[in-house]
């Protein structure tokens, strides 16, 4: 019998992005700035202070260019020993770029670009990148 494999939906990069992550639960209210450990397009892994309910649901914002996500908290994973922080994975509802990584791995394929509200006048180090904004596709 053959083992399914398990492909990841895009390279994970190691990132520390500050983000906020805000509770959508009028139960459990809680809003927290944090950092990102990882990153794909699919979510990302973020130390928190405190485990998190898997399924949880919850924004994300203060992303770089502005953005605010809607996502899921996948897991939440305990500390290590000497550590006091949580890794909290979290799954994005509206996979995409949210990072605004550029170059971003092969792998992220159709969400290796930019996302929209990434404002055009912002500096992006590098040479050739392409930015998308209300005028289309343009060379930096």
Known sequence: METPSYQR????????????VTSLDPVTSFSENCHTLMVNPKGCGVRFPRALQPGSRVRLDQLPGGGIATARVACSLPPTKGNKFWIVGIGLDSPANLWCLMPSPEDWGEYASVPRFFPASAPLAGKDFTSIGSGGRRKL
């Open 9 to 20: 939906h895009g390279t994970r990069v190691r990132a520390q992005i500050p983000v906020r």
